[in-house]
């Protein structure tokens, strides 16, 4: 149980334009999901946090307008990474919280989607 | 601001050794932790979880130890595998702060042969 996936695992494209990124909860429902970016050789940095039926909140240092966020349901949240340039090229991870777990802590990740702007 | 960090960034052991991966953490109202195990070009896998209110938990062959009087957090690893090399990141949970996860720098533990 506790899978999430993510969709495209790798994409290239030319600096300018967008991409979207899909998350997905197979097995279960989440209110909340969580975007993360990783440079290589680096940690995992928060980007937003995403909840389900409303505007996604962002970390410090991220442009709303750059990263769109979408959670219209409780399985599935998006993140298009719009003007694309060189610069965006990283590891972006999502991972999404159990609603039902009680303790509401643990969060479970994807594979992760590998983006390369040319 | 805050963060987590770690003493080690590359860790090398033999097979069969046991291994141990220190963190250290500096806000001291997080109340869960967790070690992720990171192989490349994947996401993160959960390994063991300890909440704030313990000091010590097991897993099969893992353990965690939390030392809150110096912020403290170890992973320790029974008899490394060669399956076990990749980069081992800790992170810290406070559920007053958003139950947000904040990562450590991480460490690349290699497992010689």
């Known amino acids: 149980g506790a899978v999430v996936s993510q969709h495209p695992s790798r994409v290239i494209c030319k600096s300018g334009t967008s991409v979207k990124i899909e998350c997905r909860s197979l097995?279960?429902?989440?209110?909340?999901m969580f975007w993360y970016r990783q440079f290589p050789k680096q940690s995992l940095m928060l980007m937003a946090t995403?909840?389900?039926?409303?505007?996604?909140?962002?970390e410090q240092g991220v442009e709303k307008d750059k990263f769109l966020i979408n959670h219209a349901s409780l399985t599935l949240s998006t993140l298009t990474v719009t003007s694309a340039h060189p610069e965006d090229s990283s590891f972006y991870i999502c991972?999404?919280?159990?609603?039902?777990?009680?303790?509401?802590?643990?969060?479970?990740f994807g594979p992760g989607t590998r983006l390369t702007v040319l | 601001g805050e963060s987590v960090g770690l003493h080690l960034p590359t860790l090398s052991v033999q097979e069969g050794d046991n291994s141990i991966i220190n963190c250290a953490y500096s806000?001291?109202?997080?109340?869960?932790f967790i070690w992720y195990k990171q192989e490349s070009g994947k996401g993160p896998q959960f390994i063991i979880d300890?909440?704030?209110?313990?000091d010590k938990r097991q897993g099969q062959r893992v353990t965690v130890l939390l030392n809150k009087t110096v912020k403290h957090l170890s992973l320790q690893i029974a008899a490394t595998q060669p399956g076990d090399s990749a980069v081992y990141f800790c992170?810290?949970?406070?559920?007053?702060?958003?139950?947000?996860?904040?990562f450590g720098t991480g460490t690349q533990l290699k497992v010689e042969l």
């Open positions: 991972s999404a919280r159990d609603y039902w777990d009680s303790s509401y802590n643990e969060q479970f």
């Open positions: 097995d279960f429902q989440a209110t909340t």
């Open positions: 995403s909840n389900e039926g409303s505007k996604a909140t962002y």
């Open positions: 806000n001291s109202a997080s109340d869960y």
């Open positions: 300890i909440r704030s209110n313990m």
């Open positions: 992170a810290e949970n406070t559920s007053g702060g958003g139950n947000k996860l904040t």
